[in-house]
């Protein structure tokens, strides 16, 4: 099959793009000035830049890397294939530590995902979201949940690789005393299955993201940093809101010193800033300047 058009969408860049290239070329300089501090090192889910990696993915990551990135979360290959994407991250000097493959791609292609994860380069694999009917995710979804999440992860460990599930707040509904969630990390292997962290839909369902890993702090290895805009009602277990509710960190409810504290007390590996509203080129450089600044 002929690359050519690959080649041609290649060299071509929206003024727009240029534009917001310079634009978050500024703001690392700004937040760089946020302090020198680095205990932590702040990556970025490339989910927060899906409305500009279908129209040039080459000069998206340039963009991530000129905010001062050099670790990312993969979340899709946008229309390339893994090899071709990974000789991208590599040209513009990102490491996909990690990468979220779907609950039906593992259902129907376990190799493939492997195969995919292990071509992008990946150390960790992880399930977003766990199938259910409506808004209501039930014991037996997080029975189903857990016993896949044993399995997988037994072949992700197999080839090397290390697997997560990341909440998305319906989990938290209260079940027998607890919740959901304790269900699914009570049944899985944490040999085989740990857990990804994000602290807005941990708190959108409930939770207290600090308490959280608290109470599992050998089973949460990764965390999705996002804060919630004020005035969003919690708890919800729908895992959904409003894209726009995402706000940069330290400007919503979420108490972010509290939180990375914590993270980096039990040891969590890799952090992400996931932005999902339309202000996330503008908003990631200052969340990181945010995360500078108050000392990690």
């Given at each position: 099959?002929?690359?050519?058009?690959?080649?041609?969408?290649?060299?071509?860049?929206?003024?727009?793009?240029?534009?917001?290239?310079?634009?978050?070329?500024?703001?690392?300089?700004?937040?760089?000035?946020?302090?020198?501090?680095?205990?932590?090192?702040?990556?970025?889910?490339?989910?927060?830049?899906?409305?500009q990696f279908?129209?040039?993915?080459?000069?998206?990551?340039?963009?991530?890397?000129?905010?001062?990135?050099?670790?990312?979360?993969?979340?899709?290959?946008?229309?390339?294939?893994?090899?071709?994407?990974?000789?991208?991250?590599?040209?513009?000097?990102?490491?996909?530590?990690?990468?979220?493959?779907?609950?039906?791609?593992?259902?129907?292609?376990?190799?493939?995902?492997?195969?995919?994860?292990?071509?992008?380069?990946?150390?960790?694999?992880?399930?977003?979201?766990v199938p259910?009917?409506?808004?209501?995710?039930?014991?037996?979804?997080?029975?189903?949940?857990?016993?896949?999440?044993?399995?997988?992860?037994?072949?992700?460990?197999?080839?090397?690789?290390?697997?997560?599930?990341?909440?998305?707040?319906?989990?938290?509904?209260?079940?027998?005393?607890g919740t959901?969630?304790?269900?699914?990390?009570?049944?899985?292997?944490?040999?085989?299955?740990?857990?990804?962290?994000?602290?807005?839909?941990?708190?959108?369902?409930?939770?207290?993201?600090?308490?959280?890993?608290?109470?599992?702090?050998?089973?949460?290895?990764?965390?999705?940093?996002?804060?919630?805009?004020?005035?969003?009602?919690?708890?919800?277990?729908?895992?959904?809101?409003?894209?726009?509710?995402?706000?940069?960190?330290?400007?919503?409810?979420?108490?972010?010193?509290?939180?990375?504290?914590?993270?980096?007390?039990?040891?969590?590996?890799?952090?992400?800033?996931?932005?999902?509203?339309?202000?996330?080129?503008?908003?990631?450089?200052?969340?990181?300047?945010?995360?500078?600044?108050?000392?990690?």
């Amino acid at each position: 099959m002929s690359n050519q058009p690959y080649r041609r969408t290649h060299r071509i860049i929206s003024i727009a793009l240029a534009m917001t290239f310079l634009a978050a070329a500024f703001s690392l300089t700004v937040a760089r000035a946020g302090g020198n501090s680095k205990k932590i090192n702040v990556g970025v889910q490339l989910y927060s830049l899906r409305v500009q990696f279908p129209k040039y993915v080459a000069g998206t990551m340039a963009l991530i890397n000129s905010m001062g990135v050099d670790d990312v979360e993969c979340a899709g290959v946008y229309n390339l294939s893994p090899d071709q994407f990974r000789k991208e991250l590599d040209a513009h000097h990102l490491r996909a530590s990690g990468g979220h493959f779907q609950w039906d791609d593992w259902m129907k292609d376990t190799d493939g995902v492997i195969k995919s994860a292990k071509a992008l380069g990946c150390e960790y694999v992880t399930v977003p979201w766990v199938p259910h009917t409506g808004d209501e995710f039930t014991i037996e979804n997080a029975h189903t949940a857990a016993k896949m999440f044993n399995e997988w992860g037994k072949k992700a460990a197999a080839a090397g690789l290390k697997f997560c599930y990341h909440p998305h707040g319906y989990e938290f509904r209260p079940y027998e005393g607890g919740t959901l969630f304790d269900v699914i990390a009570k049944e899985t292997d944490p040999k085989f299955a740990n857990f990804e962290i994000d602290i807005f839909w941990a708190f959108d369902g409930g939770a207290d993201p600090v308490k959280l890993m608290e109470k599992y702090p050998d089973r949460f290895v990764l965390m999705h940093l996002k804060d919630m805009k004020k005035g969003v009602k919690t708890p919800n277990y729908t895992g959904h809101e409003d894209t726009e509710s995402d706000v940069g960190l330290g400007t919503g409810q979420l108490d972010i010193p509290a939180i990375v504290k914590e993270g980096v007390k039990i040891g969590i590996k890799h952090y992400y800033i996931e932005d999902e509203s339309k202000s996330s080129e503008k908003q990631i450089p200052q969340s990181i300047q945010y995360i500078r600044s108050i000392g990690f």
